[in-house]
T-cell receptor, first 114, second 114 residues
Framework: AQSVTQLGSHVSVSEGALVLLRCNYS??????LFWYVQYPNQGLQLLLK??????LVKGINGFEAEFKKSETSFHLTKPSAHMSDAAEYFC????????????FGPGTSLSVIP | DVKVTQSSRYLVKRTGEKVFLECVQD?????MFWYRQDPGLGLRLIYF???????EKGDIPEGYSVSREKKERFSLILESASTNQTSMYLC?????????????FGDGTRLSIL
């Protein structure tokens, strides 16, 4: 069965430091992968998506993610953290079943320390 | 931009009440979804619909039902609310099957059952 794991339920970084949020997936077929962000008391907002066109995907707010098939990973990075990046981040994989089911990871809460 | 609107941001109901959560999308999406989000459990799919009057059970449908009489509207119904249904409920929509399009989320309804 397909699944998504996110290493670290909580990550803290200093303002200006590199942000690295890890995501690994299990899929027997080429996946469609997504990263979403959720700010407090809001719904999920799409950060970026992988569509097999390029392994390095750029998203909004300076985030990017690299698809590595050999490692079944899709880690999210940002070179320099801002206070406004503090939020919950979800990795997700689309599964081709009888419908386009999306499986979400458990989420990683990012704190940014001034 | 896609707009998914959930009728209430916060809702307080009593045990045994019948509760309706409403969701409307304005982009003519075929698919609509209801999730609940709980700390440590991530997003869990309750029900989804891929067409008007069509519905399919997700991973945790017990205690819930749905209605989709019009393409733009998807309602979640708690037949007899219980305290374990206190949660954040998220509605989402997406284009039809076969598209590598992400799900678009509403801002959520935080439901408390007393």
């Amino acid at each position: 069965a397909q699944s998504v794991t996110q290493l670290g339920s909580h990550v803290s970084v200093s303002e200006g430091a590199l942000v690295l949020l890890r995501c690994n997936y299990s899929s027997s077929v080429p996946p469609y992968l997504f990263w979403y962000v959720q700010y407090p008391n809001q719904g999920l907002q799409l950060l970026l998506k992988y569509t097999s066109a390029a392994t390095l995907v750029k998203g909004i707010n300076g985030f990017e993610a690299e698809f590595k098939k050999s490692e079944t990973s899709f880690h999210l990075t940002k070179p320099s953290a801002h206070m406004s990046d503090a939020a919950e981040y979800f990795c997700a994989v689309r599964v081709k079943t009888s419908y386009d089911k999306v499986i979400f990871g458990p989420g990683t809460s990012l704190s940014v320390i001034p | 931009d896609v707009k998914v609107t959930q009728s209430s941001r916060y809702l307080v109901k009593r045990t045994g009440e019948k509760v309706f959560l409403e969701c409307v999308q304005d982009m003519d999406h075929e698919n609509m979804f209801w999730y609940r989000q709980d700390p440590g459990l991530g997003l869990r799919l309750i029900y989804f619909s891929y067409d008007v009057k069509m519905k399919e059970k997700g991973d945790i449908p017990e205690g819930y039902s749905v209605s989709r009489e019009k393409k733009e509207r998807f309602s979640l119904i708690l037949e007899s609310a219980s305290t374990n249904q206190t949660s954040m409920y998220l509605c989402a929509s997406s284009l039809g099957q076969g598209n590598n399009q992400p799900q678009h989320f509403g801002d959520g309804t935080r439901l408390s059952i007393l």
